[in-house]
């Protein structure tokens, strides 16, 4: 197939690509916090049984009575993962933006280089695709995490007031930031109570398309706390401790990973100054390579290394807390 040809179809292919993707980003999401709370009350009214009183009624246990908030597995699918970054498309579109990206890669890379780094370019599509979707879903955890300890603490503190959970909640709320996703979160969790919609629903769906580990925990004290009592002051206090100890250990090990990292961008610096420094004072040495047959699959042996070795250490160096 002739390359211009190849080329064409890649941008067809790309173009078709990307409309889909625009068109799965924003149908549907028109009202922000407002609509997406409408979806959320929907859903849960579709699906609420007959709650606590009904189960009290029966004469059966409120701990048996728990709902269901969400089916959790160890697995972290791309369905969810695109749930928590909040990307509006199925797992389809996902795959075939990463066949597109990779086809892309790949025809430059049959151009220009040679047959391993034309077999490397075929995992391109899924490097940037992953590397974004891990992106959107750490900047939506950051944006909670950040604000979450501040909310629990002050919720703490009105609850040994004596004020009531809901109230005490709308309070800590309002002590945070305009648009704060904990803010958020808390005040579509009430205004879907507001609407009717049934307590251990509104609650449970706290937080749900947030990837953030101590939201579950929070959910189920609150519920529990509803149904047979106890001190939730006490409960909410030892999760904001929890909380803030691995807000700690996190910015420990980013510090650390950090520095690790700082040091490989410092070598990688240091090799491109000399490399240009190279080809200011000896020129030939540089583009007599490039230009040698076989100085240029040396080149490009080069590079294929240094790229896997950036990519192993960024492997190696996440921690997760």
Excluded: C
């Excluded at 695109?82 to 890379?109: C, D, H, T």
Aim: glycine share 12%; proline share 3%; aromatic share 10%.
């Amino acid at each position: 197939m002739d390359i211009t040809v190849l080329i064409v179809l890649i941008i067809g292919l790309i173009g078709a690509g990307l409309g889909v993707f625009f068109l799965f980003q924003f149908s549907g999401s028109g009202g922000a916090g407002e609509l997406q709370s409408q979806m959320r009350n929907m859903s849960t009214k579709a699906g609420s049984g007959g709650g606590l009183r009904g189960s009290q009624a029966r004469g059966g246990d409120p701990l048996q009575a728990m709902p269901k908030r969400r089916k959790t597995s160890a697995a972290l699918t791309l369905e969810k993962k695109l749930k928590y970054s909040q990307w509006k498309m199925p797992p389809m579109v996902f795959r075939i933006l990463e066949v597109v990206f990779s086809l892309i890669a790949f025809g430059i890379a049959n151009r220009y280089f040679n047959v391993g780094i034309q077999v490397f370019s075929l995992g391109t599509g899924p490097l940037i695709m992953r590397w974004a979707l891990g992106s959107a879903m750490a900047r939506r955890f950051r944006a909670f995490d950040s604000d979450y300890p501040q909310m629990l603490l002050s919720l703490v503190g009105l609850l040994k007031t004596g004020m009531n959970p809901m109230q005490a909640l709308e309070m800590a709320a309002r002590g945070l930031d305009e648009g704060a996703l904990v803010r958020e979160e808390i005040e579509m969790m009430i205004m879907r109570l507001r609407y009717g919609v049934p307590e251990d629903k509104s609650i449970g769906a706290f937080g749900e398309d947030i990837y953030h580990p101590e939201i579950e925990l929070f959910v189920q004290a609150l519920l529990l706390s509803r149904r047979v009592g106890g001190t939730l002051s006490d409960t909410l206090d030892r999760l904001a401790k929890q909380v803030r100890k691995r807000q700690y250990f996190r910015m420990s090990a980013r510090a650390a990973v950090g520095m690790q990292r700082g040091s490989i961008w410092f070598i990688m610096g240091i090799l491109a100054f000399l490399e240009v420094y190279l080809y200011f004072v000896y020129p030939q040495a540089v583009v007599g390579a490039i230009m040698d047959e076989d100085g240029w699959q040396v080149w490009q042996f080069g590079m294929m290394v240094v790229g896997l070795g950036i990519f192993w250490i960024t492997q190696v160096t996440r921690i997760r807390v």
